[in-house]
Each structure stands twice: as C-alpha cells, then as structure tokens.
T-cell receptor, first 113, second 113 residues
Framework: DAGVTQSPTHLIKTRGQQVTLRCSPK?????VSWYQQALGQGPQFIFQ???????QRGNFPDRFSGHQFPNYSSELNVNALLLGDSALYLC????????????FGEGSRLTVL | RKEVEQDPGPFNVPEGATVAFNCTYS??????FFWYRQDCRKEPKLLMS???SGNEDGRFTAQLNRASQYISLLIRDSKLSDSATYLC??????????????FGKGTKLTVNP
C-alpha cells in the first residue's frame, strides 16, 4: 500500500521563477492538504482540496495556487518566487471526516536563490 | 497570543526517564487534538489523537484539560528511538470560519544513552 508520494524531492529555483510540486495521496484517501514548513517551525497550512475544489485556505498570497485531479492527486504552484518561499513543502492526505489524522509525504525541499 | 504554543525545549533526558511536554491553545471551541512526531529532516507522523479527556498508548499518555486549554504528552521509560520533535496540533474552528488544523512549533527531545 503506497503512502503519500511527492515529487520532486529537492529543487532549486531563482527569484521570480515559478514552481510546480506534485503529490499522490495514500490509497483510498480523497482529501489533500498542503503545508509549508520553514526551518525550526511547525507546518503552516496553505490549502486543502476535496472533490477537485479548494475547500479551505490558510494565510498565503494568491501566488500560491493548487489543483486536484479526478484521481485525487494534487499540484501546488507557486508563482513569482521569493527568497522567503524557501522551505519544505509537505503534502498530506486524509479521509473526509478524519480531518486531523493526516498522512504526510516526505516533502519537496525548495530553495530559492 | 499564538494559536498553539508549545514548550520551547530542547529537552535532553537519559534513557529510562519520564518526560512531559505541554501545549496551550487559544481557541476554546477547539474540539480535537493531536500529537505528531517528526524525525530530523523527515515528515511528521501521527502519534496520538486526543478526542476526550485523554488517551494512552503504551508508554505514551496524552491528557487534555479543556478548562485550562492545554494538552500534555507524557513519555515514560524513554528510549533512544524517542528522540524527535513532537508537534502539538489543534483542530480549530474560528468564529465564522471553517475548521483548520494549527501546528505548534514543536518541542525537540533528545534521549541520551
């Protein structure tokens, strides 16, 4: 039973560029959430997708956008990258109704130069 | 006041010790609580869910005090493998808003031989 998979695992971008991160949820899970984790901090909620729609959003600017596909996989897009966007981006999947019981992927570590 | 605050740590304890972490939350309407464990440079993993006054799983005990708005995690007979960062997570429902998971910054534990 595959868990949550994310790609790429590491990437380096320069300021102003755009990045797309991908996530496949755990088998049987229908809800995908994205988190940003800076060094030494807890994960910060970006947004959550369910049934291909953004259901909730945290305090992140519109430069952060996402998508969920019919097979429940998801993408996170960040435009006009800033140095402060450097972080570990974590995807988590869950079942509807078990909101707090998240299964995380290993994350995509983004460095913006 | 931060939504979720944890002991800043770090905690350094010898094997076999008992250690407790505290976490306070700001939203009295919060309904569910979780402890996650995160190993260095790895993804968070669910350790325990706390839906009522507390929960016990082997050496781990989580307690909830709704009146004082805090959750604690007690680890008995610490093992070297318990070394990790422990994240307190609260499922909040802000007034007029939808529920959201808020992570604390985490408390780092090192168990020494």
């Amino acid at each position: 039973d595959a868990g949550v998979t994310q790609s790429p695992t590491h990437l380096i971008k320069t300021r102003g560029q755009q990045v797309t991160l991908r996530c496949s949820p755990k088998s049987g899970h229908d809800t995908v959430s994205w988190y940003q984790q800076a060094l030494g901090q807890g994960p910060q909620f970006i947004f959550q997708y369910y049934e291909e729609e953004e259901r909730q959003r945290g305090n992140f600017p519109d430069r952060f956008s996402g998508h969920q596909f019919p097979n429940y996989s998801s993408e996170l897009n960040v435009n006009a990258l800033l140095l402060g966007d450097s972080a570990l981006y974590l995807c988590a999947s869950s079942l509807t109704g078990l909101f707090g019981e998240l299964f995380f992927g290993e994350g995509s570590r983004l460095t913006v130069l | 006041r931060k939504e979720v605050e944890q002991d800043p740590g770090p905690f350094n304890v010898p094997e076999g010790a008992t250690v407790a972490f505290n976490c306070t939350y700001s939203n009295s309407a919060s309904q569910s609580f979780f402890w996650y464990r995160q190993d260095c440079r790895k993804e968070p993993k669910l350790l325990m869910s706390v839906y009522s006054s507390g929960n016990e799983d082997g050496r781990f005990t989580a307690q909830l005090n709704r009146a004082s708005q805090y959750i604690s995690l007690l680890i008995r007979d610490s093992k070297l493998s318990d070394s990790a960062t422990y994240l307190c997570v609260v499922n909040m429902r802000p007034q007029g808003g939808s529920e959201k998971l808020v992570f604390g910054k985490g408390t780092k534990l090192t168990v020494n031989p």
